[in-house]
Every structure is written in structure tokens, then in C-alpha cells.
């Protein structure tokens, strides 16, 4: 079955510094893959994916995603962090028994300290 | 409207009672998901709404969970006689015919808490 990890529960990072939050997958064809953003109390937001075609895909406040198939990784970065980048961040990749179900990482509360 | 509406965002029920939670999706959007968010856990998927295909419900946990979705439209997720374990965020979702090139919308969830 399909999976996708997310190392760290937690990351914590100052204000200004990189931002880096793994995500790795399972699946043994290309995936569509996925990084939604949940602020407190909110639902999940989308903030980029990658279906097909160029591997680095730039999504919203900043992000960038780089899906590496040799690495089955989908990592997400910014270069400065943002007290308001402060969130849980969820991983997720399109479901190979079905192209309508996503499959979603247990998530990492990104914690931005001034 | 403009967005996933979901109500209530707040429900307490004593263990053994009936809930119904109330989703509201985009217009025009014909897929609508509901997930479960349990504490430090991702999203676990529950069910699927298609147009007018017999809805996947391989991810409901038990038969105490049922969905609905009337006129393609709204949909009902009842949860009956409740257990603890339930307590959770319930989020639904809803997204146009060309699901993975667009993602799903969220809605803000309905937290409930069973006592």
C-alpha cells in the first residue's frame, strides 16, 4: 500500500532561516504528490503539488517543492521563515488504487521562534 | 458559495448518542471527501462522493458511520451511538471533475468531542 512519511512532528526553526520539511513516499509508479498548510483552526490549504513535468514547483507565501523519484522524496523548503510560516504542514500523494484519494502524511507543526 | 462550509465547527455529545455533521460544498464542485483528523495523526480518508456514482466507502471505520449526499450537493456524515474514540476533526472537501491537476478545498472541519 501506498504511504507517505514525514520526518519530525516538530520542527523549529528562527525567524529569517530555512525552512526544510521531508516528506518521502512509497509507490512504485510516479505519484501526484502534494503539500497542504493548516493554520490553527482552519482546514488544510493547498500550497503546491506536483503532477507532471518540471521536478521543482514554486507554490504559494514562498514555497518550493523538489520531487526526486530516485529518492521517492518530496521535500518542502523556503529560504526565510515567516512568524506567520507558523503552521502544520501535511505531505500527501495521489492514492495508486484510485486517482481520486489522497493518502496524507501524519504532518510537522512548523514552530518559527523571533 | 465560495468556499467548503462546514457546521457546526464545534460539537460535545455524551458516548451513545447520534451526531450528524454538515457539509456545504463549493458549487459546481461534483467530488466531495471526508477525512478524519485525530490528534498528532494525519488525515485518514473515510468516503467519496462522485456526481451520481455509488459513493466509495471503504474508508468508514465501522457501521456506526454513514454518509449521504443529497441532490449532489450537501452531504450528512452521521455517526451513531459514539464512542470516545471518535472525537476528532471531521473535514470535508470538495473538488471540480479534474481532481488531481487542482486538489482538493478544504473546509475549517467540525471538531467533535465525545464525553
Known amino acids: 500500500a501506498q504511504s507517505v512519511t514525514q520526518l519530525g512532528s516538530h520542527v523549529s526553526v528562527s525567524e529569517g532561516a530555512l525552512v526544510l520539511l521531508r516528506c518521502n513516499y512509497s509507490?512504485?509508479?510516479?505519484?501526484?504528490l502534494f503539500w497542504y498548510v493548516q493554520y490553527p483552526n482552519q482546514g488544510l490549504q493547498l500550497l503546491l503539488k506536483y503532477t507532471t513535468g518540471a521536478t521543482l514547483v514554486k507554490g504559494i507565501n514562498g514555497f518550493e517543492a523538489e520531487f526526486k523519484k530516485s529518492e521517492t522524496s518530496f521535500h518542502l523548503t523556503k529560504p526565510s521563515a515567516h512568524m506567520s510560516d507558523a503552521a502544520e504542514y501535511f505531505c500527501a500523494v495521489s492514492s495508486m488504487d484510485s486517482s481520486y484519494k489522497l493518502i496524507f502524511g501524519s504532518g510537522t507543526r512548523l514552530l518559527v521562534r523571533p | 458559495g465560495a468556499g467548503v462550509s462546514q457546521s457546526p465547527s464545534n460539537k460535545v455529545t455524551e458516548k451513545g448518542k447520534d451526531v450528524e455533521l454538515r457539509c456545504d460544498p463549493i458549487s459546481g464542485h461534483t467530488a466531495l471527501y471526508w477525512y478524519r483528523q485525530s490528534l498528532g495523526q494525519g488525515l485518514e480518508f473515510l468516503i467519496y462522493f462522485q456526481g451520481n456514482s455509488a459513493p466509495d466507502k471503504s474508508g468508514l471505520p465501522s457501521d456506526r458511520f454513514s454518509a449521504e449526499r443529497t441532490g449532489g450537493s450537501v452531504s450528512t456524515l452521521t455517526i451513531q451511538r459514539t464512542q470516545q474514540e471518535d472525537s476528532a476533526v471531521y473535514l470535508c472537501?470538495?473538488?471540480?471533475?479534474?481532481?488531481?491537476?487542482?486538489?482538493?478545498?478544504f473546509g475549517s472541519g467540525t471538531r467533535l468531542t465525545v464525553v
Open positions: 509507490s512504485s509508479v510516479p505519484p501526484y
Open positions: 472537501a470538495s473538488s471540480s471533475s479534474n481532481l488531481m491537476s487542482h486538489g482538493y478545498t
